[in-house]
């Protein structure tokens, strides 16, 4: 039985496989799979040396009850710096949305907490979209070597 053209291998990296139908996944609007992530997990830490038998991993977290992000690194805070872009960026873009909201026609005159639905409407479309073509993009530059 042939495969069919979704089926298609396009990518063998390490040892995760893409198919043609994840790069569909990426172009379309549909949840990521786990080949995917696996892929980018994979790439990411190919990027990054690690010791035989152990590997690096970094988490920038927000602790909701302490109202804190925490930044956890398995090498001693090799990524600090990284880390602290991607707080400065998430912080800066959620300011920039709320103060936008709030000084808006949107904003209900009696609604304290609704500035969240806006913020994730107006911010995250945008993030996974840029992530997602940033993937693509990666997929298709590694296709060619």
């Known amino acids: 039985m042939e495969s069919t053209s979704l089926d298609e291998k396009i990518l063998s990296y390490n040892d ?3 198919r043609r139908s994840d790069l569909d ?3 379309g609007p549909y949840f990521l799979n786990d080949r995917i992530i696996e892929f980018y ?3 990411l830490t190919s990027c990054y040396p690690f010791e035989e038998g152990g590997s690096h991993w970094s988490l920038l977290a927000f602790d909701r009850n302490e109202n804190i992000f925490v930044h956890h690194d398995s090498s ?3 990524n600090n710096m990284h880390a602290n872009k991607v707080f400065r960026a998430v912080i ?3 300011a920039r949305q709320i103060c936008r909201w ?3 026609d949107e904003r209900p005159k009696h609604a304290k907490d609704l500035w969240f639905s806006t913020v994730t409407e107006q911010i995250m479309p945008s ?3 840029k992530m997602r073509n940033e993937i693509l993009e990666l997929v298709q ?3 060619v070597k």
Do not use: A
Request: aromatic share 16%.
């Open 16 to 18: 995760v496989v893409l």
């Open 92 to 94: 800066y873009s959620i």
């Open 102 to 104: 709030y000084g808006s």
């Open 25 to 27: 996944v990426l172009s």
């Open 127 to 129: 993030l996974v979209g």
């Open 141 to 143: 530059s590694l296709m």
């Open 41 to 43: 997990f994979s790439y």
């Open 76 to 78: 001693g805070g090799i």
